[in-house]
């Protein structure tokens, strides 16, 4: 395993750190007090300077007009972009476009490459991920209700979806419906193309999540599909791929989520000790003088290097032996990494005392977006089982799901 950054690296890695803190930052507290809405033209022009700049979309190949890095590579601009919330979305490599841009570029037909994927990679619109069921549990992925029955030469959707994240504004939804109700569990669904201006597609309302309702490109809605009618040449891949797709986007998927939260992971590390080196107790008596301090920082950086080096030994196993080989990597990673950033944050917030909880840092917002790191693309729980089934194969003992 060979983790040096190259000289290209390191450049390209320093301009995104610059552009990041020169458009971005600026921008942090007038989302925080304004809205995402409200931002969006300045959000725009950021992105302009980022294509100006040839950085943009730089997870995608190049033959499709990104620039083509590999997954570890990606991986370690994910880490710089992520010390914003706004920093994917800015080099439009955000969640859960750039997931429905990889389904897109390895299993759309040139139709749906030129309708769905072109504008998505031009960054002209948005999309949403449409598979969790409020009745179901989230947890097992094979059990869903809604259906895409064929009449005639379309599909006919029913059904309920929630945490449909970034559905708000988003111009097309990547459905997971039963299409093989009578197949193997992993074979029942498909994933399906859904423009939300067709009849029979509702959108609820977006969820209050942590007590944000949110807007826009941050936001978790919930859908409705009452009769809704798409040409069966909307379907993505095969009928009753949608599991295995599915599956595929979430192996790389993982490493760009935990290189993102240790990208939060650094700029909360970076505030907590910045304001443990202003904050004074008493007059020259600043916090950092204390231990119980001066712990919190010695463990942060202790467990977001052991994080790190974890993230991108997972990532070179998937580039060396594939999604297969590696799941025990990518289930450790998800809960560890997310443990990690949870008490990284939880320890800044802290040391800024209630200032933490409010707009001046982007703390409190980190907290409140990425709770759900423990729940979403998995469960600790359900990562956690994947690894010990593993473990204890070889001592004989059966773990079932
Ligand atoms: C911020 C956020 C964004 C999201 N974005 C999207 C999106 O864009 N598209 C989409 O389709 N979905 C999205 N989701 C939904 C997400 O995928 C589900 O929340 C997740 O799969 C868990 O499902 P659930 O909420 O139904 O919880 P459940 O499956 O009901 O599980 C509840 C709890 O039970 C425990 N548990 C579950 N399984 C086991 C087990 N086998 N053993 C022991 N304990 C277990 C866990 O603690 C779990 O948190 C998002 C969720 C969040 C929080």
New binding site residues.
């Given amino acids: 395993m060979d983790f040096a950054i190259t000289p290209k690296m390191q450049k390209l890695l320093a301009d995104i750190q610059q552009i990041l803190e020169k458009e971005i930052y600026p921008l942090e507290r007038e989302v925080g007090e304004n809205g995402y809405r409200a931002t969006l033209p300045k959000l725009k022009a950021a992105r302009q300077k980022v294509k100006d700049a040839g950085l943009w979309a730089p997870q995608i190949p190049k033959e499709y007009g990104g620039l083509g890095l590999t997954m570890m590579e990606h991986g370690m601009v994910s880490a710089v972009l992520g010390q914003s919330l706004l920093g994917h979305y800015v080099f439009n490599c955000q969640?859960?476009d750039a997931g429905n841009m990889e389904i897109l570029i390895e299993h759309g037909t040139p139709e749906q490459k030129k309708t769905f994927l072109e504008p998505l990679l031009r960054g002209d619109i948005r999309s949403?991920?449409?598979?969790?069921?409020?009745e179901?549990?989230?947890?097992?992925?094979t059990w869903l209700s809604t259906q895409a029955k064929k009449d005639g030469k379309d599909y006919v959707i029913n059904g309920h979806?929630?945490?449909?994240?970034?559905?708000d504004g988003a111009t097309f939804a990547v459905v997971?419906a039963v299409t093989n109700p009578d197949g193997p569990p992993h074979e029942r669904a498909s994933q399906i193309l859904v423009p939300v201006n067709t009849p029979g597609f509702k959108f609820i309302k977006n969820l209050s999540?942590m007590g944000h309702v949110g807007e826009d490109h941050h936001s978790?809605a919930e859908l409705r599909f009452d009769n809704c009618r798409v040409p069966q040449s909307n379907l993505l891949g095969k009928e009753g791929a949608g599991f295995a797709i599915a599956q595929e986007r979430l192996g790389a998927g993982r490493i760009h989520h935990c290189m993102r939260w240790l990208g939060i992971c650094e700029r909360a590390f970076h505030l907590m000790c910045k304001r443990a080196a202003e904050r004074e107790l008493a007059p020259g008596k600043v916090l950092g003088t204390r231990q119980i301090i001066q712990m919190w920082i010695a463990e942060s950086r202790a467990q977001i290097n052991a994080a790190r080096l974890m993230v991108l030994e997972a990532a070179w196993k998937i580039q060396e032996l594939g999604q297969r080989e590696a799941r025990v990597e990518i289930s450790c990673i998800k809960f560890f990494v997310a443990g990690v950033l949870l008490d990284v944050l939880d320890h800044a917030i802290q040391t800024h005392g209630g200032m933490g909880l409010t707009t001046e840092t982007p703390l409190a917002a980190f907290y409140a977006?990425?709770?759900?790191?423990?729940?979403?693309?998995?469960?600790?729980?359900?990562h956690?089982?994947v690894v010990a089934r593993q473990a204890l194969k070889k001592y004989g003992v059966q773990v079932a799901?």
């Fill in positions: 969640a859960p949403c991920f449409a598979m969790t069921e409020p179901h549990a989230g947890s097992n992925p979806k929630w945490f449909a994240s970034s559905a997971m999540v978790h977006a990425e709770r759900g790191a423990r729940i979403y693309d998995g469960p600790d729980e359900v956690k089982m799901t």
